[in-house]
């Protein structure tokens, strides 16, 4: 692939992002949801029914190597950020309690939803060879992910971010991504395991390792070296090189587990000391160049995995079947988690309507499930449009729960 090429395409994608991110921003939806449109546009669902010369032409198969290398690293990059953030949680420990509740329940419902589809998905959209239950299993995941840095941004546009159930979310949303991210990671070895359950052993005896490396290795080395390097929480030129390559070697651990490189990215930010002035310095430095520039290179690969095939006959019956289990999984296991917490229904329905937002974090799990060969081009296209749909309807959903002004005083939290 030329230079050349890699430029264009990086103009074009880029270009696109920037403009439909523009145009959802002005219409109340967050600028990801557009990013995440640009992908599909620039797919052959859309671009390549329009113009499918010019979209072979420029976005030939063999010439998105590039492009997926650079959105690897933009991928490895925001996981570390999302690690940091889920570290970063103020309130996880004093609502843990209710955010249990709705993390349970949230990631419950919708993955039992899941389960109980699979029969009727599985044998027309599993690729050959892929059993039903790690198939199954890989759609319980898919339906069950929560985006808590999307969450985060509509929580913040909207000045919600410390209203009590704004916190309840948040809190709840890292409880979920725990619990999808270990089912996630479980599918992914079994099914990246050639030596069957004996090779999934070694590659949770690895993981483990890795973990007490990490927790207990490296967690106070970097402890002493932030203590002694960036005491204002500024990190210099030699302890952010130290981070990445610590970042990079974790990243290629998991890999070469037959893990995907995100996990080890994400438990590298999770492992790091909590320090809210490292996640700030962190965030500026690595976010402008992950978000703008790498993660819509990321969307645009996502795209270019689609099919026009999934918008048309008994697949697109199966697709509205995915987005409606998604949707009504995810707020009805969220809200009653928040009621039995002793929230009122409006601020219930409002985190159960927060926590159906996928977005970013719904385009990682499925790309890492077509990576391994459990969907194929068909179904990654319906959860796709999923991730779309929910995501956009979360801020109009919770505006009609909630209203849009901020509401830090108001809560209905029973609190005895």
């Known amino acids: 692939m ?24 002005h219409v109340g939806q967050p600028s990801v949801v557009g990013e995440m449109a640009a992908g599909l546009m620039l797919g052959p669902a859309v671009m390549g029914t329009l113009f499918p010369s010019l979209h072979a032409q420029l976005f030939a198969k063999e010439s998105l190597q590039g492009l997926s290398s650079l959105a690897t690293v933009g991928l490895v990059l925001f996981m570390f950020v999302v690690g940091l953030e889920l570290r970063a949680t103020r309130n996880m420990r004093a609502q843990l309690q209710a955010a249990g509740a709705v993390g349970v329940l949230s990631v419950l419902v919708p993955l039992v939803l899941g389960l109980a589809i699979s029969p009727a998905l599985h044998p027309t959209l599993a690729p050959a060879g892929v059993g039903f239950w790690p198939f199954a299993l890989f759609m319980a995941a898919a339906l069950s992910i929560t985006a808590f840095p999307v969450m985060a941004r509509i929580l913040k546009d909207r000045g919600m971010t410390r209203t009590p159930f704004g916190q309840l979310s948040l809190s709840a949303a890292a409880v979920v991504d725990v619990f999808a991210w270990i089912l996630l990671a479980f599918v992914v070895a079994l099914v990246g395991s050639s030596d069957g359950y004996a090779g999934l052993i070694k590659i949770t005896v690895g993981v483990v390792v890795m973990l007490t490396v990490l927790f207990l290795g490296l967690k106070p080395a970097f402890a002493w070296l932030l203590r002694v390097k960036a005491p204002d929480g500024e990190p210099s030129t030699t302890l952010m090189a130290a981070l990445m390559i610590g970042l990079l070697v974790t990243a290629l651990l998991t890999e070469w587990l037959h893990l995907h490189a995100v996990f080890g990215a994400f438990l590298f930010g999770a492992c790091l000391p909590r320090d809210d002035r490292l996640l700030r310095s962190l965030s500026e430095r690595i976010e402008p160049i992950s978000i703008v520039v790498l993660m819509p290179l990321f969307f645009a690969l996502a795209g270019l995995g689609t099919t026009a095939n999934a918008f048309s006959g008994a697949s697109l019956g199966a697709m509205l079947l995915i987005v409606g289990v998604a949707t009504v999984g995810k707020i009805a296991g969220g809200a009653a988690g928040a009621r039995i917490a002793g929230y009122s229904w409006r601020d219930s329905l409002a985190t159960g309507s927060l926590m159906n937002a996928r977005g970013l974090m719904e385009l990682i799990v499925m790309k890492i499930g077509l990576d391994v060969g459990l969907i194929g081009p068909e179904l990654f296209t319906m959860l796709l449009v999923m991730a779309l749909a929910t995501t956009a309807m979360t801020g109009p959903l919770m505006t009609l729960c909630i209203g849009r002004k901020t509401r830090v005083a108001e809560t209905a939290h029973a609190e005895s």
Do not use: K
């Open 2 to 25: 030329s230079v050349t090429t890699l430029l264009l395409q990086l103009v074009v994608i880029l270009t696109t992002a920037r403009l439909c991110g523009w145009v959802l921003r």
